[in-house]
């Protein structure tokens, strides 16, 4: 399985811009409120972070060459797939929530309502990216040659 590529998720970020700023455009132009990101997404942003963090250090811990360490090789796939879930959702989320603030700022009148619980979930989503690759990080596992070889 390979990596995730840092360019996958460059690539991905206008798109959810483009989502982000369009979406609040719509609304606005149709007489709606501009869209605010909940507290609460953010939140579950950085608590989904956490978790993928600690997932990856359970593969981590189990692939040191110690008796009694083991894991499912399926529970190990599983936690790698969720870590590249959560790095391309982050990054489509930061796109989005940047979108929403570029739009909030481009308007006349900047509601101070809006402005943090958007930058919030920008902060929260790029917690969410450093996290997913960070837990990808930790699932690599170490070559099993002295020299250095993979197995």
Avoid: H
Wanted: charge should be positive; aromatic fraction near 10%.
């Amino acid at each position: 399985m390979k990596r995730t590529n840092p360019f996958t998720l460059i690539g991905l970020t206008p798109f959810g811009f483009g989502v982000g700023f369009g979406l609040d455009w719509v609304f606005v132009a149709s007489g709606r409120p501009a869209v605010q990101v909940p507290w609460s997404l953010s939140i579950c942003l950085v608590l989904i972070g956490v978790a993928v963090v600690f997932l990856g250090y359970r593969v981590r811990w189990a692939t040191k060459p110690e008796p009694g360490r083991r894991i499912d090789p399926i529970t190990a796939v599983t936690i790698v797939n969720l870590a590249k879930a959560s790095s391309v959702t982050g990054a489509l989320v930061f796109g989005g929530t940047v979108g929403l603030l570029a739009y909030t700022f481009s308007r006349p009148v900047v509601t101070s309502v809006s402005v943090p619980a958007n930058a919030g979930g920008v902060v929260s989503s790029l917690l969410l990216v450093v996290a997913a690759l960070v837990a990808e990080w930790m699932c690599i596992l170490p070559p099993r040659d002295p020299d250095g070889d993979p197995a």
